[in-house]
C-alpha cells in the first residue's frame, strides 16, 4: 500500500479520523461513555410522528440501560472502559433517541452533573436539528464554555422524498435552520449520513456529500442502512421494497463521498457496527473491520482521499 499523501493523518490514512483529531487537539486518545437518560422523540411520541424512523428500534443506545440513573451508567461504562484502557479521558455521549427534547432546566440536571466527574473532557449531545429551541440553545452555548461539546445531528440525506419515505418528520430545510443556528454560535457539529436509504442511487448519495461538503461540518459519521429486528424497515425489507447495497458498492459510495468532503471535517465513524442480535442485513456489515479493511486499500488502489475533489468542485 502506497504512503498516503493526505496530511491529517498520523497512521497512513487516507482520512481524516476521530483518532487523528484528538491526538492533535489533545495530545490523547479519548473513550465515549455512552448512556441513555431516558429521552423519547417527537416522531415517536406523537408531536410530529409515530413509531419513528422507519429504521428506528427505539433509539441508538442498544447497549445501554435506560433503567438505571445517569450515574450508574456512567459508572459502570468508566470501569468498563478503565478495565481495558486504565485511567483515560473520556467523551460522555448522549446517543439513544433525542437528547435535547426536554425543557432546558431538565437537560441542566442531566448534562452538567457528568462534568464533575474528573475523566470526564468533553460531551457528545445526539439530537435532531428540530429540537433545538431557544432556552436550550443557551444551555448549549453555556455548556460549551465549561466542556468541549459536540452536537450531533441526524441529517441522513439531503433529499426531501427520501425523507418522507422514511418517516422522519423533518425537512432538510428545518434542519438547515437548526445546523446553522448551532455553528452560528461556534458550537462543534458533527452530521450523521446514511448510506443505502430506500430508493436512493448512488449520485444521490454523492449529492449528498456534495451537499454536506458545502456546509463546512466539523465533523461526519458516515454507515450503512441497518435492517434490525422489529422495525418498520424490516417488514419493507422482508417484502423486498428494500434493496440494499453489497460491501462493494458501499466502499465505492464511501470513497466517492470522501472525495468531496472538506480535508478538516473530521470522519468520526465511517461504518457502523450496530447490534449483531438484531441485525438482519447487510450481514457484510457486522464485520468492521473487513469493511474498514476494504475502505482502506481502495482509496489506496485509487490513489486518492478525503477532499481530494473538494476543492476542484467548490
Known amino acids: 500500500m502506497s504512503r498516503s499523501p493526505f496530511p491529517y493523518s498520523l497512521d497512513n490514512k487516507r482520512y481524516h479520523t476521530l483518532n487523528f483529531y484528538l491526538r492533535s487537539t489533545y495530545g490523547k486518545k479519548f473513550f465515549k461513555a455512552v448512556l441513555d437518560c431516558g429521552f423519547t422523540c417527537p416522531n415517536i411520541d406523537g408531536t410530529k410522528g409515530t413509531g419513528g424512523c422507519i429504521f428506528c428500534d427505539g433509539g441508538s443506545g442498544y447497549f445501554t440501560d435506560g433503567s438505571l440513573g ?59 436539528a428540530d429540537c433545538l429551541a431557544d432556552d436550550v440553545m443557551e444551555l448549549l452555548c453555556e455548556l460549551n464554555e465549561r466542556t468541549a461539546l459536540t452536537v450531533e445531528l441526524g441529517m441522513q440525506t439531503v433529499h426531501e422524498t427520501t425523507l418522507a419515505l422514511i418517516n422522519r418528520c423533518c425537512s432538510h430545510k428545518e434542519f438547515l435552520i437548526g445546523y446553522r443556528s448551532l455553528k452560528s454560535r461556534g458550537i462543534r457539529t458533527c452530521l450523521h449520513i446514511i448510506n443505502g436509504l430506500p430508493d436512493e442511487t448512488q449520485e444521490m448519495m454523492i449529492e449528498t456529500a456534495r451537499q454536506t461538503a458545502l456546509l463546512a461540518p466539523d465533523a461526519v459519521k458516515l454507515q450503512m442502512l441497518h435492517v434490525i429486528r422489529g422495525t418498520r424497515l424490516a417488514e419493507m425489507y422482508a417484502d423486498g421494497k428494500v434493496p440494499l447495497l453489497t460491501r462493494d458498492e458501499y466502499v465505492e459510495t464511501i470513497v466517492r463521498q470522501l472525495e468531496l468532503l472538506p480535508p478538516e471535517t473530521v470522519i468520526e465513524r465511517i ?26 486499500k481502495r482509496l489506496a488502489e485509487l490513489d486518492t482521499w478525503q477532499g481530494r475533489l473538494y476543492n476542484a468542485v467548490f
Open 271 to 296: 461504518t457502523g457496527d450496530g447490534d449483531k442480535r438484531q441485525l438482519i442485513a447487510p450481514e457484510w456489515s457486522a464485520d468492521k473491520i473487513a469493511v474498514l479493511g476494504a475502505i482502506d
Open 70 to 128: 445517569t450515574d450508574v451508567q456512567l459508572d459502570r461504562e468508566y470501569d468498563r472502559i478503565s478495565s481495558k484502557h486504565g485511567d483515560v479521558p473520556v467523551i460522555v455521549y448522549f446517543q439513544a433517541n433525542t437528547n435535547t427534547y426536554a425543557p432546558a432546566e431538565k437537560l441542566r440536571e442531566i448534562f452538567f452533573p457528568v462534568l464533575s466527574r474528573p475523566y470526564v473532557k468533553g460531551i457528545s449531545i445526539g439530537t435532531r
